[in-house]
Every structure is written in structure tokens, then in C-alpha cells.
């Protein structure tokens, strides 16, 4: 079975500063998608990064990069220049096709989260 | 677009009473996620459709909990009865397709609080 793992509950950062959240996952699929959600005070749901497993290079969008590993199964996110508004729980999220292929069912897992808090 | 959109956003229930859940996906999108968020559990999908079929309710907890998609813009989660576990934040997100990690946009979500 798949499992996704976020090791860090909580963590903080200063405003400015580099801060990297891991995530591991496990699974036997050779394609699938992890993602990296942010979800602020608001509750709000927001993607943050994704990462297509047969792309060898990382993914970045902005501030925001990955180190993905795959042979390590690792997906850390890394945010630079921190800023108040990061200041979420953050989640990493596991895509794949299910083992029903013909029918077309897919498998979404997320870690528990990591709760980021960006300090002034 | 509005986005995804929820109601209630909260809803304080007694035990044993039936709660509806509602969602309206973002126009034009095939895929319908329902997830539920607990401190003890993190965010679990429930169920999800594609094009108001459902696919996958493997992670439907019990035979209280049941979901429908009568039309491409209209989903409803309902638990009956409703017990005081089940309070947690429901949300529902829909997507354009699965192939090529499509994002899921997700709704504000329901806090549900059962007494």
C-alpha cells in the first residue's frame, strides 16, 4: 500500500530565512504525481508545487523548489526567502493510478502535514 | 470562476441526526474529490466521481455515509446518523482530470460538530 510521511509536525522559520519539509512515501509504481498543498489559516486548500515522478529535474515555481529523490522516495519542499504569509500547514500528497487500471481509478494520499510557522 | 463552493461552512448537529453536506464543483470539471480532515487522522479521501459517476468510496467509513452527484454541478455528503466521531472538516475539491497530476481546487470546506 501506498503511505505518504511528513516526520515534522510543526517547525518555524524566520522571516527570510530557508526552511526545507520533508516527505517520504512509499510505493511500487514506476509513474505517478506528488504535490506539495498549502492550507493558511483560512482553511483554503491552495497547490503549492508538483512534481511528475518520470521528470528527473525539480520543480520550482518561484520561492518555492523541490529536491525530489526518487530512488530515496523523498520529496522535500524548500522555501526561500521566507515570508509571514507562508505561515500554514503544509501538505504533501501522493497521486497514482489504482490497480483497477482498466476502470480508471486513481489513489490520492496525503501526509498528516508539517505546520509552518514564518516568524517577524 | 467562484471556485469550489461549500455549505455550510459550519454545522452543529446532535448525535444521531442526519447532516447534508453540499458542493458545487468548478464549472467544466469531470472530477469530484470528497475528503474529510481530523487532527488524528490528517485530510482521508472519501469517495470521488468522474463525470458524476462514482469511482472509488473505498475510504467511506461506514454505511452512514453516503454521497451522491445527480448532475455535473451538484454533490452532496450526507451522514445518517451522525455520531460524535464524525466531527471533523469536510472538504471537497474538484479537478479537470486525473493524467498528468491535474491539481485538485478545493473547496473552503465544512466544520462539522457533532454533540
Known amino acids: 500500500a501506498q503511505t505518504v510521511t511528513q516526520s515534522q509536525p510543526e517547525m518555524s522559520v524566520q522571516e527570510a530565512e530557508t526552511v526545507t519539509l520533508s516527505c517520504t512515501y512509499d510505493?511500487?509504481?514506476?509513474?505517478?504525481?506528488l504535490f506539495w498543498y498549502k492550507q493558511p489559516p483560512s482553511r483554503q486548500m491552495i497547490l503549492v508545487i508538483r512534481?511528475?515522478?518520470?521528470?528527473?529535474q525539480n520543480a520550482t515555481e518561484n520561492r518555492f523548489s523541490v529536491n525530489f529523490q526518487k530512488a530515496a522516495k523523498s520529496f522535500s519542499l524548500k522555501i526561500s526567502d521566507s515570508q509571514l504569509g507562508d505561515t500554514a500547514m503544509y501538505f504533501c500528497?501522493?497521486?497514482?493510478?489504482?490497480?483497477?487500471?482498466?476502470?480508471?481509478?486513481?489513489?490520492?494520499?496525503f501526509g498528516t502535514g508539517t505546520r509552518l510557522k514564518v516568524l517577524a | 470562476d467562484a471556485g469550489v463552493i461549500q455549505s455550510p461552512r459550519h454545522e452543529v448537529t446532535e448525535m444521531g441526526q442526519e447532516v447534508t453536506l453540499r458542493c458545487k464543483p468548478i464549472?467544466?470539471?469531470?472530477?469530484l474529490f470528497w475528503y474529510r480532515q481530523t487532527m488524528m487522522r490528517g485530510l482521508e479521501l472519501l469517495i470521488y466521481?468522474?463525470?458524476?459517476?462514482?469511482?472509488?468510496d473505498s475510504g467511506m467509513p461506514e454505511d452512514r455515509f453516503s454521497a451522491k452527484m445527480p448532475n455535473a454541478s451538484f454533490s452532496t455528503l450526507k451522514i445518517q446518523p451522525s455520531e460524535p466521531r464524525d466531527s471533523a472538516v469536510y472538504f471537497c475539491?474538484?479537478?479537470?482530470?486525473?493524467?498528468?497530476?491535474?491539481?485538485?481546487?478545493f473547496g473552503p470546506g465544512t466544520r462539522l460538530t457533532v454533540t
Open positions: 510505493t511500487s509504481e514506476s509513474n505517478y504525481y
Open positions: 512534481q511528475e515522478a518520470y521528470k528527473q
Open positions: 500528497a501522493f497521486m497514482t493510478q489504482g490497480a483497477r487500471r482498466t476502470s480508471g481509478t486513481y489513489k490520492y494520499i
Open positions: 464549472s467544466g470539471h469531470d472530477y
Open positions: 466521481f468522474n463525470n458524476n459517476v462514482p469511482i472509488d
Open positions: 475539491a474538484s479537478s479537470l482530470g486525473v493524467l498528468w497530476g491535474y491539481e485538485q481546487y
